[in-house]
């Protein structure tokens, strides 16, 4: 079992910046790809990004590549989503999830359709 629990979410102005984390404990972190999600009211879920165990690959969904970076620190069970040049579109919850596999979290919309996965925090970018 693997517990994730997500923080740093909030409101920020448009072209504001905000890192979330993603806490995890239980089974062995640095078995586990991990990704992140979001899901905004009224729309589908939508995959963000991913990382492999060791962090040496990465993925992202093209509405935030150049402006988001997904890293992890294996020593702290913790994987990050940097955001910077935020838009309103971005507005959503986001949650981050844990697979076995690196290609079951690229081809999911949904945290749930992964291993694990968290509560999510509420990022809202205002315009």
């Known amino acids: 079992q693997v517990q994730l629990v997500e923080s740093g979410g909030g409101l920020v102005q448009a072209g504001g910046s905000l890192r979330l984390s993603c806490a995890a404990s239980g089974r062995t972190f640095s078995r586990y790809a991990m990704g992140w999600f979001r899901q905004a009211p009224g729309k589908e879920g939508e995959f963000v990004a991913v990382?492999?165990?060791?962090?040496?690959?990465?993925d992202y969904a093209d509405s935030v590549k150049g402006r988001f970076t997904i890293s992890r620190n294996n020593a702290a069970d913790t994987v990050y989503l940097q955001m910077n040049s935020l838009r309103p579109e971005d507005t959503a919850v986001y949650y981050c999830?844990?697979?076995?596999?690196?290609?079951?979290?690229?081809?999911?919309?949904?945290?749930?359709?992964?291993?694990?996965w968290g509560q999510g925090t509420q990022v809202t970018v205002s315009s």
């Open positions: 990382i492999n165990w060791s962090g040496g690959s990465t």
């Open positions: 999830a844990a697979d076995r596999m690196y290609r079951d979290i690229v081809a999911a919309t949904t945290p749930n359709a992964c291993d694990y």
